[in-house]
């Protein structure tokens, strides 16, 4: 049976792979779109000629469809051009609402997916012509646009559009799709979860800390880290730099302690400061626990490092029998009255 999801983007399971600036690169991105998922590779903040490497690098490794994940804070026009040149399937559109962005992507034909934090915007984006909703809840790991929880956030956003909506924020196994079909979603979004795909591209480091993580280890921080872009809230791990900061009173970027502190280096060699906005590759050296370690609450049912097929597949496959199964029961109505009569 098809929903209109997975009709729209002619897949066979309702899981979407996050895009995930730094950690999600073509192999993690065709990898789900392969198990018949849909994957989302950012391709954001880049020169064109990137852009167009990227979406190449993906087509290398899959037939499946796929998006292009563009960051309206930045210069996307150039890029989303190169989208349509490149004929995409589709493209994701996050940080901001820019009808025109949604209108020209439809003009030229590719399906268009808005991320959206409330339910106002998710009626904007709809009423431009948005094929599909992404509600993203605080829970959220990355980026963090909105403020609602994704509990109260999806049926809200569902209630308000005509087309199918996704659930992103904090789902990371079979209960959690489950649990977003009953409000209404269509599918899930999942970054967190697939931090600990084989695919990865995240120092093991941090795919370690990741595995070990408890669900109130993370932190939504207004401007912890330093943001390439302007007012970005984000959700990391705890660490050694959040605790520091802590200590000393949560000041403003300007007095954070350490800050310029060199804290490592990326793989090509260049300094990685304390505060920032840096995913660690494989291949970073020096103190990899002190650096903007993105995860969302859904980290503590993260226990595992599988490829991303089979991650996939288990979420798909536990939620398909949490449903059948019935294993969620509503106790009868009438129990009070009955158990009474049995006294
Ligand atoms: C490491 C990391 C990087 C992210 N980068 C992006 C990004 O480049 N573009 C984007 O739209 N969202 C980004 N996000 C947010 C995800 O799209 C998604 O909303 C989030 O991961 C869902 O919550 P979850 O982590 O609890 O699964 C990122 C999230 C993580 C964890």
Sequence with gaps: MKSELTRLLDIEIPILSAPMGGAAGPDLVAAVSNAG??????????????????????RALTDRNFAVNLNLSFPYEEQLKACIDAQVFAVSLFWGMEPSAIEIAKAAGLIVMVS????????????????????????????????VATMA??????????????????????????AALMLGASGVWIGTRFLASTEATIHET????????????????????????????????????????????????????????????????????RYQSYTPLPGTTGDVEAMSLW???????????????????????????????????????DSRSSSSENN
């Design 37 to 58: 998922g849909f994957g989302v590779i950012p391709l954001w903040g880049k020169p064109v000629d990137q852009v167009r490497q990227g979406i190449a690098e993906v």
């Design 206 to 273: 941090y795919q370690q800390t990741v595995l070990g993580a408890s669900e109130n280890q993370t932190e939504w921080y207004r401007d912890l880290y330093d943001v390439a872009w302007p007012d970005a809230p984000h959700r990391a791990l705890s660490n050694a730099t959040s605790r520091k900061w802590h200590m000393a009173g949560t000041p403003a970027p300007g007095n954070r302690p350490g800050e310029e502190e060199v804290i490592g280096q990326s793989p090509n060699g260049k300094a990685v400061v």
């Design 116 to 147: 959206v934090g409330s339910a106002a915007e998710a009626k904007l984006a709809a009423d431009a012509g948005a094929d599909i909703i992404i509600a993203q809840g605080w829970e959220a790991g990355g980026h963090v646009w909105g403020q």
């Design 295 to 333: 995860a969302g609450q859904g980290v503590s049912l993260v226990r595992d490092i599988l490829p991303a097929a089979e991650i996939v597949r288990a979420i798909y496959q536990d939620a398909k029998t949490a449903m059948q199964s019935g294993q969620a029961k509503l106790p009868d109505s």
């Design 153 to 178: 956030l999806v049926p809200a956003v569902v209630d308000a559009v005509n087309v199918p909506v996704v659930a992103a924020g904090g789902i990371a196994d079979g209960r959690g799709l489950a």
